[in-house]
């Protein structure tokens, strides 16, 4: 029994160990994989032979870069099959994405819809079409969603958001409301891996073959919505700008939204603090006097730079609108951005001096707003910080935007995956 | 030869796994630490034979604990030979400590001196005069200072202090100047891990056998003074309550002298930042436009709660005076507290959404202050934390005060020594 339980966690763990290094040096050949890993070439093979019939990698007949001898059949990770749901609610929006294996985008989908004026439960059920749609409309493509991860706008533990305070959400258990919403509608889901077959018989040794022979877009009725896990949005949007943004391994993201929360990289990867609730850069104190936040306190950084406060400030109805006014060099949009960007650089100074990041990546609605808000953001911070500092922090936009945390929670599944392959193949 | 270089790294892990038990769990016979370790015992007979012979470990009648059968002789850490010593520069003093194996505090000698008013190379001059007499004293009791550390007042990277703008200390190679000054006075030393003999015969394989059998007190001319590697005060204070304190695992030491700085420690890992200059709390702007800073910036915490904002403030000479005065219920004292409270309670705001600590633990000068300023630290982090999150961090007084950093700095070299033995027997 203990031989039998020892036998099957170094399966566990060679597999992952075979998975991710086709992951880094793919296309690569089992020969190449054995020497690489230090597995016999039996155990590589049959490795590989479960990864190709779970459709986690597939065989090119490209060789494998500085391989000698005759080429042989090469293995790459797959992104015909696994594929991870990125959700997101955040306060004027709900947003889905799908990406496969390879960390392809398959599917983006975004929803405008005001989350303060709708309950816990209206959001999450709004959130639930959303996701199905998103995995029926992948389907189609051949792909099975293995699993999916929730970014909300606050810190979270263990599926439960303490406060919102944009959202209006108070200690709202996210985790238990969607396993009430998703448990009806199909067959049960374990937590985080979900089952990824379109047939009933989820638990059965046989599917993983049984799938892959399949036709995942056949008429079984809908493909199940996987129970996401919930995490903080700020943090999320870190990873995608980790994994899916300009190459960075060490900087602080700035998720500017009507709430602002930051994400600290460093050497690839992410802070948390000593209760995962880290990075709360919005009520970061600018004026100790200013107006009153949502959060209890008073003059915190997003009632400067917070998406409503710099509307507000500006006249503005909507970002589009603001930015359209900047494009005319209207002055009250000038100077709001200009204060926003003073409070913004007063608080990333404190942040810089407590956190010393990298490079600072400014995201969400300050990518489209970066062109007026980084000068007055780059003057605050090099004139507190260039004379202790050897060097002050390079300013940079996020290419990702709004995406950033989407694609971050979507990313963290494949990510899981990869790590613990086995996992997901026992869920299939 | 490779296989050489195999089998000795391989010795060198043995031997650091072999030590590190011993200090979890001693004192333990030989076979209880082959059963913890996996090694064979005749390989951990050897390992602890070089282990005794290098004075780093001593034989005791006592059995381990749980041990079944007759009582083996048990091994555990011994406090007889390896010391470290640990030195800090700053402000307004000079101070030292030597730390044994088992991280029992066998010497400690502080030095108040102006250090603003010496160039760089004087203040370190006095320092090497400290370190040698705090050598030449624990040598008479048989101890041999086998490494050094020392904590400055400002972020360090690879011996060179950037600025130290308390000191007047901007670009000093610490490390250099050290090398200068200690370099002429005994034979050559290794980075970090200095020679630990008394003897000329540092690089020989026998000398490791010669010192156990020599007399370290012996007439052999007066014992070298390690070269200390350099690090940042707060960091090495944290380090300092994590190893010598209330045996916390995840806090923010917050170090008060006349610069503040901080120290995050989570899961009992200090983080150092992206570039090792985390935790500059003391520049944490708390009232934006309050009085310039010689940071270069305006209205940083050290400008109300450093030592002399704070003693101004209150019209005292020195904190003892101060603490005479706040004892008496002196009404400007009691003031100049309480403002020096509250900013540093908006800066702990700041730092906790930031950082999301365990305890705050108030070190330096705010330890004999605690009783006149924890009042308004909590009243002011409560109001801005409560209602968003959870838990506000608890606030503790470090029973350490000015000692954490000198301490933290003798701990670490004691560490380095447990997890990498052979570097330390090789220099022997």
Same mark, same amino acid.
């Given at each position: 029994?203990?031989?039998?339980?020892?036998?099957?966690?170094?399966?566990?763990?060679?597999?992952?160990?075979?998975?991710?290094?086709?992951?880094?040096?793919?296309?690569?050949?089992?020969?190449?994989?054995?020497?690489?890993?230090?597995?016999?070439?039996?155990?590589?093979?049959?490795?590989?032979?479960?990864?190709?019939?779970?459709?986690?990698?597939?065989?090119?007949?490209?060789?494998?870069?500085?391989?000698?001898?005759?080429?042989?059949?090469?293995?790459?990770?797959?992104?015909?099959?696994?594929?991870?749901?990125?959700?997101?609610?955040?306060?004027?929006?709900?947003?889905?994405?799908?990406?496969?294996?390879?960390?392809?985008?398959?599917?983006?989908?975004?929803?405008?819809?005001?989350?303060?004026?709708?309950?816990?439960?209206?959001?999450?059920?709004?959130?639930?079409?959303?996701?199905?749609?998103?995995?029926?409309?992948?389907?189609?493509?051949?792909?099975?969603?293995?699993?999916?991860?929730?970014?909300?706008?606050?810190?979270?533990?263990?599926?439960?958001?303490?406060?919102?305070?944009?959202?209006?959400?108070?200690?709202?258990?996210?985790?238990?409301?969607?396993?009430?919403?998703?448990?009806?509608?199909?067959?049960?889901?374990?937590?985080?891996? @979900?089952?990824?077959?379109?047939? !009933? #018989?989820? %638990?059965?040794?046989?599917? *993983? $073959?049984?799938?892959?022979? =399949? /036709?995942? &877009?056949?008429?079984?009725?809908?493909?199940?919505?996987?129970?996401?896990?919930?995490?903080?949005?700020?943090?999320?949007?870190?990873?995608?700008?980790?994994?899916?943004?300009?190459?960075?391994?060490?900087?602080?993201?700035?998720?500017?939204?009507?709430?602002?929360?930051?994400?600290?990289?460093?050497?690839?990867?992410?802070?948390?603090?000593?209760?995962?609730?880290?990075?709360?850069?919005?009520?970061?104190?600018?004026?100790?006097?200013?107006?009153?936040?949502?959060?209890?306190?008073?003059?915190?950084?997003?009632?400067?730079?917070?998406?409503? @406060?710099?509307?507000?400030?500006? !006249? #503005?109805? %909507?970002?589009?609108?603001? *930015? $359209?006014?900047?494009?005319? =060099? /209207?002055? &009250?949009?000038?100077?709001?951005?200009?204060?926003?960007?003073?409070?913004?650089?007063?608080?990333?100074?404190?942040?810089?001096?407590?956190?010393?990041?990298?490079?600072?990546?400014?995201?969400?609605?300050?990518?489209?707003?970066?062109?007026?808000?980084?000068?007055?953001?780059?003057?605050?911070?090099?004139?507190?910080?260039?004379?202790?500092?050897?060097?002050?922090?390079?300013?940079?936009?996020?290419?990702?935007?709004?995406?950033?945390?989407?694609?971050?929670?979507?990313?963290?599944?494949?990510?899981?995956?990869?790590?613990?392959?086995?996992?997901?193949?026992?869920?299939?």
């Amino acid at each position: 029994m203990t031989q039998a339980v020892r036998h099957d966690s170094m399966r566990a763990r060679n597999l992952g160990v075979v998975l991710g290094e086709v992951r880094r040096s793919g296309p690569v050949t089992r020969a190449a994989l054995a020497e690489m890993t230090g597995l016999t070439k039996t155990t590589v093979s049959k490795m590989v032979a479960d990864l190709l019939a779970a459709g986690m990698v597939t065989e090119t007949g490209v060789p494998s870069r500085g391989e000698r001898g005759r080429p042989g059949t090469a293995v790459a990770l797959s992104g015909g099959r696994v594929a991870a749901l990125g959700l997101e609610i955040n306060v004027d929006y709900l947003s889905a994405c799908v990406v496969d294996l390879t960390l392809e985008v398959r599917l983006r989908r975004a929803q405008a819809v005001d989350n303060r004026a709708a309950s816990p439960v209206e959001t999450l059920r709004h959130l639930r079409e959303l996701a199905r749609e998103a995995v029926d409309e992948v389907r189609s493509m051949g792909l099975v969603v293995a699993g999916s991860t929730l970014a909300v706008p606050g810190p979270v533990d263990d599926g439960l958001v303490h406060s919102a305070p944009n959202l209006g959400w108070r200690d709202v258990h996210v985790g238990e409301l969607l396993d009430d919403l998703l448990a009806p509608s199909g067959p049960p889901f374990p937590p985080a891996i @979900a089952a990824g077959t379109t047939t !009933g #018989a989820a %638990t059965t040794g046989a599917t *993983t $073959g049984g799938t892959a022979a =399949g /036709d995942p &877009a056949g008429p079984a009725g809908p493909a199940p919505v996987p129970l996401p896990t919930v995490d903080n949005e700020a943090n999320l949007a870190a990873l995608g700008e980790l994994w899916f943004g300009s190459g960075h391994r060490d900087f602080l993201h700035v998720s500017g939204e009507i709430g602002i929360g930051a994400g600290l990289v460093v050497g690839g990867a992410l802070f948390r603090g000593s209760h995962g609730l880290a990075g709360e850069l919005g009520h970061v104190v600018v004026f100790p006097d200013g107006p009153p936040c949502r959060c209890g306190g008073r003059g915190c950084l997003e009632q400067y730079a917070g998406q409503e @406060a710099l509307l507000r400030a500006a !006249g #503005a109805g %909507t970002v589009e609108e603001l *930015t $359209g006014r900047l494009r005319d =060099g /209207d002055a &009250a949009a000038l100077t709001a951005c200009e204060r926003a960007g003073h409070a913004l650089g007063l608080a990333l100074t404190s942040a810089v001096h407590l956190f010393d990041p990298g490079t600072i990546v400014l995201g969400g609605v300050f990518a489209p707003l970066f062109p007026w808000i980084s000068g007055a953001v780059r003057e605050t911070t090099a004139a507190r910080l260039a004379a202790i500092r050897d060097a002050v922090p390079d300013l940079a936009v996020s290419r990702l935007g709004g995406d950033a945390a989407t694609l971050g929670a979507a990313g963290q599944v494949i990510h899981r995956i990869i790590a613990d392959p086995v996992a997901h193949l026992a869920a299939t």
